[in-house]
């Protein structure tokens, strides 16, 4: 028996550990059913529901094991002795939990985790690790619990006054969408990453439509239909993850919601308003129309539905009561009222409708006493207690509107200390919410098709001012003016945004937000003017997503994901959450612990018994990932023409493209940790190996060696025969973890796939040269390990002062940058000034040449790219841009479904372009790249699969050849091109004189091969599943096909 005290039950929890009960009295005995047991009681005791959970001196696996109760919980194991760590690595995939639960062997007084991303920490003997290191990692309110005296000891992080929860659209009940968070900061490390990488589509209604977060959970509904094709209705459901690391805690399905064919910018201004929270429930309609639902925070079940709610259009939560905006039709404005429900009985307790006026949409707001609401031209405010009128301001237009105007509503109504604050006719006006009396007004700003954005932070009114319809202005004085709430006094001045803000292109469709020190904005990616110093930062490398934007809450920044093709040198992908810098002490302390380690090469059991000499250059292999450094995807080996099935391995899971030398299929089990190596012949598994993290793409085969990254931060070398180590190598400047869509993942993460080239392995280490101190570039000996070539690339943060930069010797370059744009590339939107060639992010409109992000490494034969970037073979940045191939998406992401993005065959230089890449595709620009959804290459031609309509989401996809040297302005001319059908392509693979590509019709698979010299159709072959993306590989007379359902097939002669 485990005794604790102040025990909470953990009842979602019960039938996950009933059923691992179960599987261990059949199967581990006395010992499982122990750790079974004792696993309920350390979770209960918890009482979280899910997240990421430690277990330090794991022995074992087994309590490891049984602490993974469902999937909300992600578990890690730590313990010094490796022949424990090899135990438990086999216990937990004998029970296919492997990813879901991984161990590790660790020996140090330091812990490997991110500061506040652990849940849940269990120890029987803490060892090296001080109490205070256990504290650092935990997140508030997270729990240890330690052994003592044969009695488990629980602690408790305390929650952080400086950090704040936001539990509305709009922070909280009174609008004012300021977070009383003084930690919140510029973005410089990644906390924790998920899902999705991308919305939908960048024209339609956005597919996240609101987030908030209290209790150290994070919820938003989101759209998770495929973003292919929009012709797939909306399945949104609305999903809570752990906040601090991301976790999904769990999903739950909604009857309905706004069309998600809507125009972008076209509202419904409501759905935003329609999600809040508490630290225990949410409140949420599940589905457009229905009555608002209490639901359980921790588990997702329904506890109560409030009927009288039917109709909501928006939501306020003040304590425990319930106020609810409903109508007849979120269409239309008539026939609307508000009601206040106590959430605990879930009582009617007052309704107010008035059949005069009609509420305007993003205007109910209220504080402890008080219910204020926008109709029309007037101000009505409530007494909160009983729904009668206190007062009124203004005149009330009696026309009854049918339909609601357009966009995302263009009124707002902040209420603060006893003063309210609305936008009338241009006008914003302050009103005493004891009286109703007019405090004082000024000219109101406007939002570019939002409402005005008023912040009141200490007493002093902020308001935006950015155009509300022009698409490309120049930077405005935006918040410039701070005025004294209660008398509309100006107190500040200042002209931060004017430098703070980049050229061009509008704000972004979403609405601004701020906290005690900052005020954050969306021009192009996430300003922040720091209002009491001079700390300004311009972030154009992240930015919100659209119809929402941003939430600055517990310390951090989240953002979620969008569908933008803007900035694509620098712009990351999916949902961020991001934490401010280190202190200057800690990050110090950080730098020393790096130093320290003695080296960052471990040798393994098979160091120096590969006899590479004895393997030479294998003709018709395909040895890495897209056959060669270049990654054409184009092979020597020549398929018969006809070829059938030959075998088919099942290995589970989601899969990599395969490799293929030697007379071995290596394939990555991509979320499971582990590199699987198959017989050439017969498919039979040979060896298979676990690392500490995702591989995420295929090792390359060289000299009897196999060779890939982990996004554990290390680079592995395995004998090819057997998968023994042969060495391992730390890339990432520290070993440290956080959580990465559902997975433990370093910091700094090494993508499988690694470069070789010339005798030497390439590879880099990291996400983004803007987030966590950039990232690590190192060229290796294949065999030895030893390190030739190292780079250090870290992005210099722009840096902004008070006032405007007039230097007209960069004004006089920005303008002549301007008129070779307008007048040579005509029409463009791309656009530069001074700013752009002052500042270190070097941002115009859409290009950002000041940085980069991390992708599979490529070369042109002689130097090596990271994603647009050239360096020389030993790792000199070089100012040049070259040809070779690359991704605006990473080339392991499906462009069907993100759409904006492609593969190019150009030099990555965006900032000579009129418009982002996809945009100038097919246009008479100055270049004219060759590109495609994704395409393959040799020396002469390169074949491209493209949609029908450029820049669409139209199924019908064609297949063109192009000679690789027209590229010229203008030139662009297609040797062949066919209409291949309303397919979606997934791979290609040139095979000697055939193209072969798969693609997916129906929902299951085809492989369909044509000439590569006209593009007639050879052989045609039906597949009962689709094939995973970028799955194929042409080797030995055989096409091997990665398989969505976890296997391996090979094709060859009938």
Not at 149 to 173: A, C, F, M, Q
Not at 684 to 699: A, F, I, L, N
Request: some cysteine.
């Amino acid at each position: 028996m485990i005794a604790m005290t102040n025990r909470k039950t953990a009842v979602a929890c019960l039938v996950g550990f009933a059923l691992l009960l179960a599987v261990c009295q059949s199967s581990f005995g006395a010992s499982a059913i122990a750790a079974s047991a004792d696993a309920r009681e350390l979770l209960e005791e918890s009482g979280f529901g899910g997240g990421l959970v430690v277990h330090l001196g794991c022995g074992d696996g087994q309590l490891t094991a049984a602490l993974h109760a469902g999937e909300s919980y992600l578990v890690h194991g730590l313990d010094a002795d490796p022949t424990r760590v090899t135990a438990a690595r086999d216990h937990i995939s004998s029970l296919g939990l492997d990813g879901k639960v991984s161990v590790e062997q660790w020996d140090s007084d330091e812990l490997p985790y991110a500061d506040n991303v652990v849940r849940l920490l269990v120890a029987e003997d803490l060892g090296k690790v001080s109490m205070e290191e256990v504290l650092r990692v935990l997140c508030p309110e997270g729990v240890a619990l330690v052994k003592d005296d044969g009695e488990w000891k629980k602690t408790v992080k305390p929650w952080s006054r400086n950090i704040d929860e936001w539990t509305h659209y709009l922070h909280d009940p009174s609008n004012n969408a300021v977070a009383e968070d003084t930690v919140v900061g510029p973005p410089k490390r990644v906390q924790w990453i998920g899902g999705p990488r991308w919305t939908r589509d960048h024209n339609t209604l956005n597919s996240i439509s609101s987030v908030v977060t209290a209790g150290g959970r994070i919820f938003f509904i989101l759209d998770q239909a495929t973003g292919s094709t929009m012709s797939v209705p909306g399945r949104w459901v609305l999903v809570a993850r752990d906040a601090f690391n991301g976790v999904e805690l769990w999903r739950k399905p909604m009857k309905s919601w706004a069309l998600h064919t809507i125009r972008f910018r076209s509202g419904p201004p409501q759905l935003p308003r329609m999600l809040v929270t508490s630290k225990q429930h949410v409140y949420v309609p599940l589905g457009l129309g229905e009555p608002v639902s209490q639901i359980d925070g921790r588990t997702g079940r329904v506890l109560k539905t409030y009927d009288s709610s039917r109709g909501a259009e928006e939501i306020l939560l003040v304590d425990k009561l319930l106020l609810v905006l409903k109508g007849t039709s979120v269409d239309a404005s008539g026939g609307k009222s508000v009601i206040a429900i106590d959430t605990d009985t879930g009582e009617t307790l007052w309704e107010h409708a008035d059949l005069d006026g009609h509420p305007m949409p993003e205007t109910l707001a209220a504080d402890g006493k008080n219910i204020c609401i926008q109709i029309d031209g007037s101000v009505v405010c409530l007494d909160l207690a009983s729904g009668k009128r206190r007062w009124s301001y203004g005149s009330a237009n009696l026309k009854k509107r049918q339909v609601l105007p357009k966009g995302f509503g263009k009124h707002v109504l902040v209420i603060a200390d006893g003063v309210v604050l609305c936008d009338l006719a241009g006008e914003l006006t302050a009103i005493s919410i004891e009286g109703g009396e007019k405090l004082w007004s000024c000219k109101g700003g406007q939002g570019f098709h939002a409402p005005l954005d008023v912040f009141v932070i200490d007493g002093i009114v902020w308001t935006g001012n950015h155009p509300e319809d022009s698409i490309s202005p120049p930077p405005v004085d935006d918040f410039s003016v701070g005025r004294d709430l209660h008398t509309g006094e100006v107190k500040y001045r200042n002209s931060v945004m004017v430098d703070l803000q980049s050229v061009g292109h509008h704000h972004r469709c979403f609405r601004n937000k701020a906290s005690l020190r900052y005020i954050m904005t969306g021009k192009r990616g996430i300003e922040m003017f720091e209002i009491a110093e001079d700390n300004h930062s311009r972030n154009n490398w992240v930015r919100g997503t659209c119809q929402y934007g941003i939430m600055p809450a517990n310390g951090l920044i989240y953002a979620p994901p969008h569908s933008c093709g803007c900035y694509t040198e620098s712009m990351v992908r999916g949902f961020f959450a991001l934490a401010p810098e280190y202190s200057a002490t800690k990050d110090e302390a950080t730098v020393q612990s790096r130093k320290s380690r003695a080296s960052r090469l471990e040798k393994g059991p098979a160091y120096g018994t590969v006899q590479s000499a004895q393997f030479k250059p294998e003709t018709g292999a395909w040895p890495m990932f897209r056959h060669d450094a270049l990654r054409t995807g184009a092979a020597e080996t020549e398929l018969p023409e006809t070829i059938a099935r030959r075998w088919e391995a099942p290995i589970g899971g989601r899969l990599s493209q395969p490799v293929v030398s030697h007379g071995k299929v290596i394939v990555s089990a991509v979320d499971r940790h582990q590199i699987y190596a198959l017989n050439q012949e017969t498919g039979k598994t040979t060896w298979s190996r676990t690392v500490g993290g995702r591989v995420d793409s295929p090792p390359a085969i060289y000299k009897g060696l196999v060779l890939f990254g982990s996004a554990d931060g290390w680079v592995y070398c395995l004998r090819l025969d057997d998968g023994a180590i042969v060495w391992r190598f730390l890339a990432a400047p520290a070993d440290l973890r956080t959580v990465v869509w559902n997975r433990l993942e370093s910091v700094w993460p090494v993508h499988g796939s690694v470069l070789m080239l010339n005798d030497t392995v390439y590879f880099s280490a990291g996400r983004s040269t803007w987030l966590d101190k950039g990232i690590e570039l190192y060229g290796l000996d294949p065999v030895t390990g030893d390190s030739l070539h190292h780079y250090h690339y870290e992005s210099k943060h722009p840096v902004f002062r008070q006032g405007k930069d007039q230097a007209e010797s960069v004004r006089e370059k920005a303008e002549a940058f301007q008129d070779r744009v307008v007048k040579q590339l005509a029409r463009g939107s791309n656009r530069a000034d001074y700013k752009t060639f002052l500042q270190s992010d070097r941002s115009g409109s859409f290009s950002m040449a000041g940085g980069t992000v991390s992708d599979i490494m490529v070369s042109d034969g002689v130097n090596v790219f990271l994603h647009q970037v050239k360096f020389s073979s030993d790792l000199r940045l070089q100012d040049d841009m070259s040809r070779h191939l690359f991704s605006t998406g990473g080339f392991l992401n499906d462009p069907a479904e993100e759409s904006r993005t492609h593969w190019i065959l150009g030099k990555g230089d965006f900032s000579i372009l009129p418009f982002p890449y996809v945009a100038a595709l097919n246009r008479k620009c100055e270049v004219d790249p060759i590109s495609g959804m994704t395409l393959a290459y040799d020396g002469r031609a390169a074949w491209s699969v493209l949609r029908r309509r450029p820049y669409s989401k139209d199924p019908v996809i064609r297949v063109v050849r192009r000679a690789i040297s027209d590229q010229k302005k203008g030139d662009a001319q297609h040797d062949w091109q066919v209409l291949i059908g309303q397919l979606r392509p997934k791979a290609i693979v040139k095979a000697g004189s055939q193209l072969w590509l798969g693609v997916v019709e129906n929902n299951q698979g085809k492989l369909q091969s044509l000439s590569a010299s006209d593009g007639q159709t050879v052989q045609t072959i039906s597949l009962d599943v689709p094939m995973v993306w970028d799955g194929m590989a042409a080797a030995g007379r055989c096409l091997y096909v990665s398989m969505e359902n976890g296997s391996v097939a090979c094709f060859g002669e009938e």
